[in-house]
Nanobody
Framework: QVQLVESGGGQVQAGKSLTLSCTKSGRAFSGFAMAWFRRAPGKDREFVAA????????YYSDSVKGRFTISRDIAKTTLFLQRNRQKQEDTGVYYC????????????????????WGQGTSVTVTS
């Protein structure tokens, strides 16, 4: 079974940068959209950012807008999340997800929009 695999997590100091990556067992992403979600300690999984693989539109949660950037490589084999000016509240497990359908402002934040998920990579932002 083809799986999504996240990498790049670890411990980082507040204010510093970190880039997460997501691959699909070496294959190209076939879905219409990719996204990052996170689960902070003691909280539910929440939307972070999403990218349309067709039109290139990107979406961000208010908490990361202006600090995080979602992107992909030209071959559509790797999804990135560039995290700048990190805060302690950015701590959590970050999940990559793939949607077989188009995303828009109405559905982009819903976990049920995404059919495939990775196992997550943990990020701890320290003071």
């Amino acid at each position: 079974q083809v799986q999504l695999v996240e990498s790049g997590g670890g411990q980082v100091q507040a204010g510093k940068s970190l880039t997460l990556s997501c691959t699909k067992s070496g294959r190209a992403f076939s879905g219409f959209a990719m996204a990052w979600f996170r689960r902070a300690p003691g909280k539910d999984r929440e939307f972070v950012a999403a990218l349309s693989m067709m039109g290139g539109s990107s979406y961000y949660s208010d908490s990361v807008k202006g600090r995080f950037t979602i992107s992909r490589d030209i071959a559509k084999t790797t999804l990135f999340l560039q995290r700048n000016r990190q805060k302690q509240e950015d701590t959590g497990v970050y999940y990559c997800a793939e949607s077989e359908g188009e995303i828009n402002r109405m559905n982009v934040r819903r976990t049920e929009q995404y059919e495939s998920w990775g196992q997550g990579t943990s990020v701890t932002v320290t003071s």
